[in-house]
């Protein structure tokens, strides 16, 4: 193995599939990767947060469900510096917003598939870029 084949662009575009249908969504996200400085900024804010929560319900194990949903989807969020294909109910394409963002990571679904993406290296690697 080359050491230049370990390098990894600091975004990938992930497509989505649709949840109740698994097909190919017709809509995608570019996400920050691990050696991305946005990413690594985005785990600090989450680590703040859960911090906060923490502090405020006393303990890791007291922090209700929702509130530590709220935070696992405001880091995606935080994750994501693009969109393409997301829709509004008149068809016609969303411009990206923190709204959206965090509308889009309510659904469990969606917000898992593009976490197991992110975790996957061949996404971000130069060399191999999934496609």
Not at 41 to 60: G, N
Not at 98 to 120: C, H, S, T
């Amino acid at each position: 193995m080359k050491l230049s084949d370990l390098k990894r662009a600091e975004t990938a575009v992930i497509s989505l599939r649709h949840p109740a249908t698994g097909q190919p969504a017709g809509a995608t996200v570019t996400v920050y990767g691990t050696t991305a400085p946005g990413l690594i900024e985005a785990q600090d804010r989450y680590r703040q947060r859960m911090a906060k929560l923490v502090r405020r319900f006393k303990s890791e194990d007291a922090v209700p469900a929702e509130e530590s949903q709220l935070a696992r989807r405001e880091f995606m969020a935080d994750c994501t510096v693009a969109w393409s294909g997301i829709l509004g109910d008149d068809d016609s394409e969303l411009p990206i917003s923190r709204a959206g963002l965090l509308q889009l990571y309510a659904d469990p679904d969606v917000l898992n598939q593009v976490a197991v993406e992110m975790a996957d290296a061949a996404n971000f690697m130069q060399s191999s870029r999934k496609g």
